[in-house]
């Protein structure tokens, strides 16, 4: 439809990014605004709130915080054409997660996948649901998806791109949302999901789990910053198989694979059986050679830019972190007004 659309994502600030976060969110988050109308609003939010779920030592925030707003504005995100901010910045994020929280479901959050693996221990989230006591779980943690829908909602986005493990929050802030409807009126217009074609980039050191900030072990991961030689040494040590030749098929030959899948994505192919195909002749050092290579090229011009932006010192990042910050608050603002009328607040 050609009705303006508002766009919006987030991160956690956990440093400097890596490449499965690149292809699965950051690079859809560039070409969304490269082929957006003018019409159309664009937010990118780095979740501060979100990541302090888990106990943040301050100065490492800090630090994160700001490495990933440089790591935002080097993929090409323009903070003059895209809103770009701090969750913690603008209140009214906390403010709409309140009110929701009043109509949202604890059966619904208690059945959602993502907490309980953050716990790391199925036996508390077991216990949770069974109604034990369960000092470990904390209520931020629980409730983190009522403050995603209201990240969401409060900006009145219509499109939300994700990774696939978002999709399910996807669903809960549509629910929230239309509890909220039926209480107190039409607000806001219900999400849609945009998933990247990236759906899912392994680690390289085992190419059966995610590339992950939380698998800091190389060659686990690629960062974005990640100098020529460290990104050809990482690739000649990913794990892969001792077959000969380059197929596609993920089931049996995942470390393989997923470097097809890399080669493919930095071309922004999807056609992974040709890919290998066209692979098809090369030693696994070939292989790696390649996929190397061009992930070399496709993250010289993001890390050149990084330099240039740390170069500039922390006041610019802090300037623009300011001006977006201010221009979320207006957009969150509006919404805010809407409900609190709509409630009677
Ligand atoms: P991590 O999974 O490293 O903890 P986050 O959860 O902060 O990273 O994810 C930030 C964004 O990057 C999300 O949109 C997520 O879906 C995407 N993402 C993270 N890891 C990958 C991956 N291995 N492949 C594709 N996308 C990913
Ligand atoms: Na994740």
Redesign the pocket.
Same mark, same amino acid.
């Given at each position: 439809s050609n009705a303006p659309k508002v766009v919006f $994502?987030g991160? +956690?600030p956990?440093g400097v990014p890596?490449l &499965?976060?690149y292809? &699965?969110?950051l690079r859809q988050w560039a070409d969304l605004q490269s082929s957006a109308s003018p019409s159309d609003k664009l937010i990118f939010s780095i979740v501060d709130l979100h990541a302090i779920t888990q106990r943040q030592a301050p100065e490492a925030l800090r630090l994160h915080r700001r490495e990933m707003l440089a790591a935002i504005l080097a993929v090409g995100i323009d903070p003059n054409r895209s809103i770009v901010f701090e969750q913690s910045r603008v209140p009214q994020h906390a403010e709409l997660m309140w009110i929701l929280s009043c109509g949202a479901s604890t059966g619904y959050l208690s059945r959602m996948t993502q907490w309980k693996s953050k716990l790391g221990v199925g036996e508390d989230a077991d216990a949770f649901a069974s109604g034990n006591n369960t000092p470990r779980l904390k209520l931020g943690l629980f409730s983190y998806p009522v403050l995603q829908a209201a990240d969401i909602l409060v900006h009145r986005a219509t499109e939300v791109p !994700? &990774?696939?493990? +978002?999709a399910q929050h996807l669903e809960f802030t549509r629910e929230v949302a239309g509890t909220f409807h039926s209480s107190y009126g039409t607000v806001f217009p219900l999400p849609k999901t945009v998933l $990247?074609p990236?759906?899912? !980039?392994?680690s390289l050191r085992d190419p059966l789990q /995610?590339? $992950? /900030? $939380?698998d800091p072990q190389p060659p686990s991961r690629i960062l974005l910053i990640d100098t020529p030689e460290e990104i050809s040494k990482k690739f000649q040590k990913a794990v892969t198989d001792s077959e000969e030749g380059v197929t596609y098929d993920p089931r049996a030959r995942p470390g393989v694979s997923n470097l097809v899948q890399i080669y493919a994505h930095m071309q922004r192919r999807t056609d992974f059986h040709n890919v290998a195909n066209e692979l098809k002749d090369c030693t696994m050092k070939e292989l790696k050679d390649k996929v190397a290579g061009i992930v070399i090229e496709g993250l010289r011009p993001i890390r050149d830019e990084y330099e240039r932006i740390s170069k500039e010192g922390d006041r610019y990042l802090e300037i623009v972190a300011e001006e977006g910050a201010r221009k979320a608050r207006e957009s969150a603002e509006e919404t805010m007004v809407l409900v609190r009328h709509a409630m009677g607040l």
């Open positions: $994502s991160i +956690q956990t890596h &499965g976060n292809l &699965g969110a !994700v &990774g696939e493990d +978002q $990247s990236a759906r899912r !980039v392994m /995610k590339m $992950s /900030k $939380s």
